[in-house]
């Protein structure tokens, strides 16, 4: 077997083998005898067909399966001694010959198409600098952030009439051209808060209406983002853009909250019986969870900072063709639509995921597995706690042991602990300097928008990577 690398750039290259008979024909025919013995056919004893009929009855599917899995491990084999490092998978090349035309006593030749990753030169360290944005939790903010929770612990009542902070359940229909229900179209179910829409026509559409009161709107008007379009009418995320602008909103229920007072029973409510007594330190304790909590959103901003001025800086460039077919050919159910519309945000995650590995391997962090064990522990004590059991260590070291092994989910245990470690490499060794700034300012900083009138939904996921 003959196994030889053309380069056609930095980042292409592709790999020629070339599979003869004596590389194949042993295995081929070994299995070729495992299926006679297996063999049931009329007018034979069982393990006495013919091999000349066998082979004529199988050999052709049997040497192709055989002759991939040379190449596949012949492949590997040698990506690795020649230490080759690929971005994603090898892939047959364009006129590569098919598995299904081979004939028994010939020889071969293969191509695969790989995309290599390209070299990444970057220290760091103080030179660069960014600023790290602290958001300042004042009275001001404190005030916004009580009035939220005096919302979220009210009282929630049935009105017959839409207000203008309710909470409205409707129907959903798509319509035809003719304003009649499209039938096969789409149908769903949703809640809307009223306050936080972001389109004043929104509201008013809304506002007054009553029950089995119908509207004729565009659905794009009461979301936020092609994510909750998604979950308001039930369909993929990947759908959205095929979506009508025509639906009927049908109101089935109105709910008028009204707000708790802050006193004892929602302190009580909020940090559990008797743990908070007085008006000042129940602002106190919102003080420290938000500052707790705000400290994610402004790492989440350094990230996102640091991200686009590495990028800026190393403009680093990627295989993007040879992505493209490996994306089409490694998924499926996308179609190259699909794949083409997410590719841009797909090249600047990978473009990151090789810099921040670089970064990684440099520093010497990595995220063993006694750290993984660690935090898995962690996490399963904290949800029997929440049901108000309690587990032997033993018992807890073993169902985290089994969690790890055996859960795909398990990676994504890694993955935070990882993202951990980088964050605390990076304020170590980046020239930051730290800029206190209002919460309205910081959510202009993130997302290029004023803030909205609570802070709730902005807290939930403040900061877009």
Do not use: C
Request: no cysteine.
């Amino acid at each position: 077997m003959e196994i030889k690398k053309e380069k056609i750039d930095d980042l292409n290259a592709v790999i020629h083998i070339t599979v003869a008979p004596e590389d194949y024909q042993t295995p081929v025919n070994k299995v070729l005898q495992d299926y006679r013995k297996k063999a049931n056919l009329p007018g034979f004893r069982k393990g006495m067909v013919p091999i000349g009929m066998v082979k004529k009855m199988y050999g052709e599917a049997i040497m192709a399966e055989e002759i991939n899995k040379i190449l596949s491990n012949k492949l590997y084999e040698y990506i690795s001694q020649e230490k080759l490092d690929i971005l994603g998978n090898p892939i047959p090349s364009k006129d590569e010959i098919q598995l299904d035309n081979l004939k028994d006593g010939e020889s071969f030749n293969f191509k695969y198409d790989l995309g290599l990753s390209p070299e990444i030169n970057f220290e760091l360290d103080d030179k660069t600098k960014l600023e790290y944005f602290k958001i300042k939790v004042d009275n001001d903010l404190l005030d916004k952030y009580t009035k939220d929770l005096a919302r979220r612990y009210g009282s929630i009542k049935e009105v017959t009439k839409v207000g203008p902070l309710d909470m409205v359940n409707v129907s959903i229909d798509e319509l035809d051209a003719s304003g009649e229900k499209f039938e096969g179209g789409i149908h769903s179910h949703s809640s809307i808060s009223i306050e936080y829409l972001e389109k004043e026509n929104a509201k008013k559409a809304l506002v007054g209406k009553g029950i089995d009161d119908q509207i004729v709107v565009d659905p794009r008007d009461y979301s936020k983002n092609d994510a909750d379009l998604a979950a308001m009418l039930h369909v993929d995320k990947s759908e959205v853009d095929k979506v009508g602008k025509s639906f009927r909103f049908t109101i089935k229920k109105i709910h008028e909250l009204t707000p708790s007072e802050v006193n004892q029973e929602m302190f009580d409510k909020i940090f559990g019986p008797g743990e908070v007594t007085t008006l000042e330190e129940f602002r106190k304790r919102l003080g420290e969870d938000l500052e707790k909590t705000l400290e994610n959103d402004s790492d989440k901003l350094l990230i996102r900072d640091l991200q686009k001025k590495v990028k800026e800086k190393l403009k680093v460039a990627l295989p993007e063709e040879f992505l493209k077919r490996w994306l089409i050919l490694s998924n499926k159910e996308a179609t190259p639509e699909q794949i083409e519309k997410d590719f841009a945000n797909f090249v600047e995650g990978m473009k990151w995921q090789l810099i921040e590995n670089k970064i990684a391997k440099d520093h010497k962090v990595e995220v063993t597995h006694a750290d993984a064990l660690e935090r898995t522990k962690i996490l399963f004590k904290q949800q029997m706690s929440s049901y108000g059991s309690e587990i032997e260590d033993e018992e807890l070291t073993k169902a985290a042991q089994n969690y790890l092994a055996k859960n795909e989910d398990s990676r994504q245990i890694y993955e935070q602990i990882l993202d951990e470690k980088m964050l605390v490499l990076y304020k170590e060794k980046l020239g930051l300097k730290t800029k206190e700034v209002s919460f309205d300012d910081f959510v202009k900083l993130a997302t290029g928008k004023a803030p909205k009138k609570g802070i709730l939904e902005s807290l939930s996921n403040l900061v877009k990577m």
